[in-house]
């Protein structure tokens, strides 16, 4: 480890962060210092918990089970990350990974799983996403974590999604509005919802669309899998009505 | 497989296609028609070889090193995808062989394997990338093959780069414009410059900007990995000034 500040390791924890604050961090991120980074006491990190900013700590002790690190000075302040959220049908392993992965870079602020009648596979494994979250923030230098929420039938996703935040639906071979169009003449919060590896049926989609928080969108003259849609349409989204206009 | 014209499937062949052309397909499509598609002679399957537009066709043999077909008519047009080029650092090779595929499905035209300072993966295993790429450009409904060039050091892009296309250059942690900003000033052929996991030393990507093809940009305030800026890029180019407004 150095002490360069591009370098540090940056770890999420729940513990609160403040001015001589002693945190304690689980397991997994005593493993990780321990044993994939081979820190050492008294070595720097960085530290956020989405309430507090970022703050530089120094490690005071390292154990098996858990290590202890204490707060020096701040350095960066809270702020809110009011990202896109994405509504998602489950798709194989590695490629949800990935489009988890991606769309927490991406800063996506809630990331919803949504069972639709071709998602196959149907028993979302939290504990793993939730990792990967936070894996992800951690890597992007992100000080919020996005919350994921417990699946839910597309049926049900109405009646979840807040009036006033559009859902852009993902509708390749429909009649629709290229999303950069559409976008133009969207105010206000939004979000996505991405179908599963063979699409939604058309029933399901007709009566998505038929929704007044629905708006229809396509995405270019090629068929992109599950996850490159995600990537591809957050990324759209953040760099011309979202966040992309800041530095890191 | 069935006979519906939204799941035949579909593979490349370097052979000509026309009407009545009977095609050899090589080792590689054979065994994916034999062992994992479980094809049969009659089933019909669609062509394409970037040059005469694709083709239904119907199999007339299944052999262990071939397969034979005969085309029966044209379904759509050969067509220019003159879609941005893609210079990347080699990355590893789980998130380089994700980051060809999607930049295939995301229209782009030319990929070049570029040889920065901090490049850990010097080895271009061009064979398999070439395979990504033709696979990409079936599952994707492509009329075209992007080309994979040699592997160039990065001190000798610009002697490749014709003067006339724009070299975006993404530069994190720089004085820059965002990305949807930046392309509203270029007019012409583009494409992008995407660094390794490491990203650039500042003294090449100082040379690299001193460049009259480079513009630099920023994508946002989070750091993103080296394939998800390339993936993220893309989309954003092709959805605002690239082949976003048409449909499939």
Known sequence: ???????????????DLGANALCTLGSGPAHKLRAVLRAEIGDEILLFN???G????????IGKSQALAQCLSQTRPQT????PWLAFAPIKKD????????AVELGVQKLIPVITRRTENRRVKED?????IIDACEQCERLTVPTLEAPI??????????????LIVC??????????????????????LIGPEGGFEDAELDAALKQPISTPVTLGPRILRAETAAIAALAVIQATCGDWSTNP
Chains 1, 2 share one sequence.
């Open 1 to 15: 480890m150095t002490n360069s500040p591009k370098t540090l390791t940056r770890l999420f924890t729940d513990a």
């Open 50 to 52: 989405g309430r507090d």
């Open 54 to 61: 970022e703050w530089r700590a120094r490690l005071t002790d």
């Open 80 to 83: 809110a990350e009011p990202g």
């Open 95 to 102: 490629p949800l990974d990935m489009m988890i992965e991606k």
């Open 128 to 132: 793993r996403l939730n990792q990967q």
């Open 153 to 166: 039938s597309l049926d049900h996703l109405p009646a979840f999604w807040p009036p006033e935040r559009t």
């Open 171 to 192: 509708a390749e071979r429909r009649d629709a509005q290229p999303l950069a169009q559409a976008l133009k003449s969207i105010n206000g919060p939004l979000g996505l």
